[in-house]
């Protein structure tokens, strides 16, 4: 590494994690719009299922015992705002604020104030009680400040191995958040799963909303939404930032700038590939799931990889001769 690259593995574990955390709160924020942008659209006869939500999210257990009731409040307050929960928005905030506070030599200080201000912001807009509307804007909110910090990031910091750590810790955790929003689409999200044909584009619309992905499907696809098409988009789509393929290979170009990345890019190469062999479109939504879930156990094994290469890493000590 030149001498700039030369950094502390405590150090660049907090970058990575900073970046995984304000990626987290960001995609969450997404995962619980795409619930919230079905509420305005349907008819409200259709009472949706809340349970997806949590399940999507891996953190069931947890749910069941502090909620005895698996309904929107419920749902919404265990993942916006229930410090109970870690992966929840506010402790992906306050996990961010604590690793940004270590990295203030690093991150420029205007980043930092960002950060300070959209964990202040959520604390005092996202609380509870909230209505429907206030929840979205709030959310919309929250992406708002973190796509302006990550802009300012971007301009500003020195693109050095501090930067790299902290991209993968975006890009995985992206990937990881995008492969999970696809499968709130692939939810049945009725109570009675008979009545979720005629709503079907529906659903496959709040999923492109939710990633902002509606004008590039528009440009790429130009026809109507359908699941197929939506899945093929996310998940292939190599120029579209919150597709699947894009951070895999946003991942590939950082780490081959960092020793040692024989095991961590094999991992992604051969994710990459598998990626783009699956086809999609031809599959069932049971197939589909199976896939999203195997996707999300490989970039857990790439974290595990990254974290024993350069945060846990011990060189062997060479024999002494006598």
Known sequence: MSRSNRILSSTAERAYWLGRYLERADSTARLVTVYSHLL??????????????????????????????????SVCRHLINDVRNSGSLIRSLDNARENVRTLRGIIPRKSVEYINDVHLFTRDRLSEPLSRTRRVEGLQEVQTYIQRIDGFLSANMLHDAHWTFLRLGNYIERADMTSRILEAGCDDIFDDASELEPFNDIQWRSVLLSLDATQAYNQVVQGPVSQEAVLDLLVH???????????????????????????????????RRQTAATEVGRMSIGAMRKFLDDFQRELVELDSIISRTYFRFKPRRRPTTT
């Open 40 to 73: 305005f659209d349907l008819p409200k006869r259709l009472p949706l299922a809340w349970q997806g939500l949590v399940n999507i999210s891996g953190s069931r257990t947890l749910f069941d015992e502090n909620f005895t009731e698996t309904d929107e409040k």
């Open 237 to 271: 789509e190599t120029k579209l930032p919150r597709s699947m393929a894009y951070p895999l290979e946003s991942l590939r170009h950082s780490i081959r700038d960092l020793p040692r990345n024989d095991r961590p890019m094999r991992l992604i190469n051969r994710l």
